[in-house]
C-alpha cells in the first residue's frame, strides 16, 4: 500500500507542478493594468482555489473513503508544520462499521431524540469513514499542532473530492460517557494521549453554500 500511495503522491504532484507552472507563464497571467494581481491569483491558484471553495459537509454518501485515497490525506495531515517537530499528535482511522454503529447505539441511548431524526444514521454526521485525533497535554502547543494536522488532511481530501466536518460533540461523548469507554480503549492511543477531536470523511450528499465570514475581527497594527 505504501507504494501506491508513493506513486500516487508523485503524480498529484506532478499535476500540481504542471499547473503551477502553466498558470504561472506571463502568457496566461497578464499584469493587470494597475499593478495588482491578486484577483488573477485567486483565480488560478489552486491551493487558494481549494481553500475558498472548501465548505463543512454534514450530508455522505454510504461508501467509505477509499483507503488509497485516506492514506494520501494522511500523509499531507504529518506533514502538517509542528512545533520543534515533536508530532505530538495520533491519529486512527475507522472505516468499520461495526465500531461506528456500536458506539452511536451507546450515544443514541444516552441521547434518544437524537435517533427521532428519520434521517440520523450515525453520530458522526452519518459519515462512513472518521479520524480521530488525540493530542499529549504535556505539550502546551500539541493543540495547536493538531489542529494543523487537521487542516491539511481536510484540505487536502477537499481537493480530491472527499468532503469532511470537524466534530467536537462525538469526542466529548466518548472522553466523558462511561459506556463509552470500550470504544475509547480500541482506539489504542497511547498512554497520556487525550481525543481532541475527531473529522468526519466522505463522499459528499450536499452542496452547501458558503457563510459569511466578518472581516472586522481583522485589523492590521501599525
Not at 44 to 52: F, L, W
Not at 139 to 165: F, P, R, T, V
Amino acid at each position: 500500500m505504501q507504494s501506491t500511495t508513493f506513486r500516487k503522491l508523485a503524480l498529484l504532484c506532478i499535476g500540481g507542478m504542471a499547473t503551477a507552472f502553466t498558470s504561472c507563464t506571463p502568457q496566461t497571467q497578464p499584469q493587470a493594468e494597475n499593478g495588482c494581481e491578486a484577483e488573477q491569483t485567486c483565480e488560478s491558484n489552486k491551493v487558494i482555489e481549494t481553500i475558498m471553495s472548501r465548505r463543512s459537509i454534514r450530508k455522505y454518501k454510504p461508501a467509505p473513503v477509499n483507503r488509497d485515497t485516506m492514506q494520501i490525506i494522511l500523509e499531507c495531515g504529518i506533514n502538517a508544520p509542528n512545533g520543534m517537530n515533536k508530532q505530538s499528535w495520533e491519529v486512527r482511522i475507522v472505516d468499520n462499521p461495526e465500531f461506528i454503529d456500536g458506539i452511536t447505539e451507546v450515544y443514541k441511548k444516552a441521547n434518544p431524540k437524537a435517533a427521532e431524526d428519520p434521517s440520523f444514521k450515525n453520530m458522526f454526521r452519518n459519515a462512513p469513514t472518521v479520524a480521530f485525533i488525540a493530542h499529549d497535554p504535556g505539550y502546551d502547543c500539541s493543540q495547536i499542532d493538531c489542529g494543523l494536522l487537521g487542516e491539511n488532511m481536510i484540505l487536502s481530501a477537499w481537493s480530491m473530492g472527499i468532503g469532511s466536518c470537524c466534530l467536537g460533540g462525538p469526542v466529548r461523548f466518548i472522553n466523558t460517557n462511561p459506556d463509552a469507554a470500550p470504544y475509547l480503549q480500541k482506539l489504542g492511543f497511547s498512554e497520556g494521549y487525550r481525543l481532541l477531536y475527531c473529522i468526519a470523511f466522505g463522499y459528499p450528499d450536499e452542496t452547501p453554500a458558503a457563510k459569511k465570514r466578518t472581516w472586522d475581527k481583522v485589523k492590521y497594527v501599525e
